[in-house]
């Protein structure tokens, strides 16, 4: 029951804040449309890039980590991307350039991180700021680097595009035609899904995240399991790099800044636990869709940005709340 419970709260959470959205543009008479296809396909593609990299963040919190490098790293790959498409290479070149970077920041934080047994929060503070410089280095242009147009392909900017051409995305009816971002978002999040439950990997993530001192008397190599974590991460904080290309159609050092807080909002949301050992890829969408679904509801009601970030901070409390409560039940019952 405490599992069932634990898959499907934060659906149950989604529902409950859809509902009250809906309910009160109802009530406020206001013809925002929240209700609605369009606001479902806008939705799910402005969740595109914080839900791949809050995949990755779901996996460094499950093992016992954090990473407050994730939005300047994730920013500092676009620019990657950028630069490669700049010098008149492909958008393949460019994709693939992105997400070895990522990869090369993750290496960075897990051999600091596990290598050197540093504390995560201290390290990824300091990479943080780290990748910020890199990428304004690469950019040398106010922070900015813009490609070619024509190095953009169009099937790029549909990626996460609002109403995406319909000749090879295929109808799922009655699920709306959401741009191919989604789909890979999702797609990926079934790969790091069976990782996660279904591999010797994800097992000791999860006895790391727990106790990291007993799974290393059960045999478990921590230190590389750590820095492997990291290094997915951190490929996966690349890939949502390359979404600011598709969007904005250029490398941004700056558009990380406090993309990192709602990652990690996300997965908490979702029920990841900041103490370790317990998360789920299907909580950190729904904790995805939650944020994105506030935006828009408070966008449609005609609410001030105030009191979004008021409604996000008071979910995220009292999901920390939830878990605290959770893990005191866990150890009175281990006991």
């Known amino acids: 029951m405490q599992r069932f419970l634990n898959l499907v709260g934060p659906m149950l959470a989604l529902i409950i804040v859809v509902s009250l959205f809906a309910a009160a543009e109802w009530i406020s008479g206001t013809d925002g449309n929240f209700a609605s296809i369009s606001s479902a396909r806008l939705v799910g593609v402005q969740s595109v890039k914080i839900g791949i990299a809050a995949l990755g963040m779901t996996l460094i919190i499950i093992s016992g980590g954090i990473d407050l490098s994730a939005g300047t790293a994730a920013a500092m790959c676009g620019c990657v991307a950028a630069v490669v498409l700049d010098g008149g290479h492909s958008i393949y070149l460019a994709i693939f350039a992105a997400v070895m970077a990522g990869a090369a920041c993750g290496l960075f934080n897990g051999l600091l991180i596990a290598g050197l047994r540093l504390v995560p929060f201290i390290i990824t503070l300091g990479s943080m700021t780290i990748f910020v410089g890199i990428g304004k280095m690469l950019c040398d242009r106010g922070g900015t680097i813009t490609p070619p147009r024509e190095s953009i392909p169009d099937w790029l900017r549909e990626m996460v595009t609002q109403y995406p051409e319909p000749r090879w995305i295929p109808y799922l009816y009655p699920l709306p035609n959401f741009g191919w971002g989604v789909w890979l978002m999702l797609c990926l999040a079934a790969v790091v899904a069976v990782g996660l439950h279904k591999t010797v990997f994800g097992r000791h993530l999860f006895a790391i995240g727990s106790s990291e001192a007993t799974a290393r008397l059960c045999g478990v190599r921590v ?95 009292g999901a920390v709340y939830v878990d605290r409560l959770r893990s005191a039940r866990f150890s009175k019952g281990a006991s």
């Open 223 to 317: 230190q590389s399991t750590k820095i492997l974590v990291y290094v997915i991460a951190g490929a996966l904080f690349g890939l949502a790099g390359c979404v600011d290309i598709a969007r904005l159609e250029k490398g941004d050092a700056t558009a990380g800044a406090g993309l990192e807080l709602k990652i990690i909002a996300a997965v908490v949301i979702g029920g990841g636990s900041l103490l370790g050992g317990r998360g789920s890829i299907l909580g950190t969408l729904c904790g995805v869709l939650i944020m994105g679904v506030i935006g828009l509801g408070c966008t449609s009601l005609e609410l001030e940005t105030q009191v979004e970030n008021i409604l996000v901070g008071v979910i995220i409390i």
